[in-house]
């Protein structure tokens, strides 16, 4: 299972918020959303967030054994 545990973390450590992501940078409230309940983003997401958050993809995402 995907989990979005380390993009909270990332977002915390960069000074950002959902608001900021959502306001500043583009990310739409559905995407936030979409993170929050746990559901699949596409890579497009994944690689805007990495570019806003200067980060990689495994600090947004990570692969958790059921």
Known sequence: MISYEPFWR????????TYSLITKHGISSATIDR?????????????DLCRILHCRV????????D
């Open 10 to 17: 990332t977002v915390r450590e960069r000074g950002e918020s």
């Open 35 to 47: 993170i929050r309940k746990g559901s699949g983003i596409t890579t497009q997401k994944l690689n």
């Open 58 to 65: 495994s600090d947004v995402i990570e692969y958790v054994e």
